[in-house]
C-alpha cells in the first residue's frame, strides 16, 4: 500500500487530467501523420506513436499509483508524531546544522523548495515514520550511519 498526502492526490489527479488531454493530441497527430502516405519512411508517424506509447505508460502508472494509495488523515495523528505529509525539522547531530525535510509518498523532483524531500521508502523516510518530537534518529546511508534529532514539526 502506498501513502499519500490530500495534496499529493490532488497533484495526480491533476497529472492525470493533463495527460489524458494530451492524448487526444497525441492520436490527433498519429492520424495527421498517417495522411501523409508512406508509414515506412514516415519519421513524423513514428515519432507520434512513440510519444502516445510513452504517455500511455505515464497515465496507467498514476492510474494505478492512485488506485492502490491511501490517503493519509493528518488530523488523527498525534501532534508531536512525524508521518506521511509532516514537515520536519532535523538536526544532524554530527555537523551541527538543521534542515527542514518533508515526509513524500513520491518525490515532486522540485529542487526550489524551502525543504529536502524524503520519500517514506528511503532510509531516512523510514527511521523518520513515527517517531516524536526530541527523539534521535539513526539513519543507515551508503557512506554509514548518521544521526540526527528532531527539533520540530513544522505545520
Known amino acids: 500500500m502506498d501513502f499519500i498526502t490530500a495534496e499529493e ?9 493533463e495527460l ?3 492524448d487526444k493530441m497525441l492520436i490527433q497527430r498519429i492520424a495527421e501523420a498517417r495522411a501523409l502516405g508512406d508509414l515506412r519512411e514516415n519519421a513524423e508517424y513514428h515519432a507520434s506513436r ?14 494505478e499509483r492512485l488506485q492502490r494509495a491511501q490517503v ?14 509532516a514537515t520536519v525539522r532535523l538536526r ?7 534542515d527542514l525535510y ?24 523510514i527511521a523518520l515514520m513515527k517517531a516524536r518530537v526530541g527523539e534521535s534518529i539513526r ?5 554509514g550511519p548518521k544521526r540526527f534529532t528532531i527539533i520540530e514539526i513544522v505545520l
Open 72 to 85: 493519509t488523515d493528518s488530523s488523527t495523528l498525534p501532534m508531536d508524531m512525524v508521518f506521511i505529509g
Open 102 to 125: 518533508r515526509l513524500v509518498g513520491q518525490s515532486t523532483g522540485r529542487f526550489d523548495l524551502e525543504y529536502i524531500e524524503v520519500t517514506t521508502t528511503s532510509p531516512m523516510g
Open 9 to 17: 492526490k490532488t497533484m495526480l489527479t491533476e497529472k492525470l487530467t
Open 139 to 143: 539513519v543507515d546511508l551508503p557512506r
Open 92 to 98: 544532524d547531530d554530527d555537523r551541527g546544522g538543521d
Open 20 to 22: 489524458r488531454a494530451m
Open 50 to 63: 512513440e510519444d502516445k506509447a510513452m504517455n500511455d505508460a505515464k497515465i496507467k502508472e498514476i492510474e
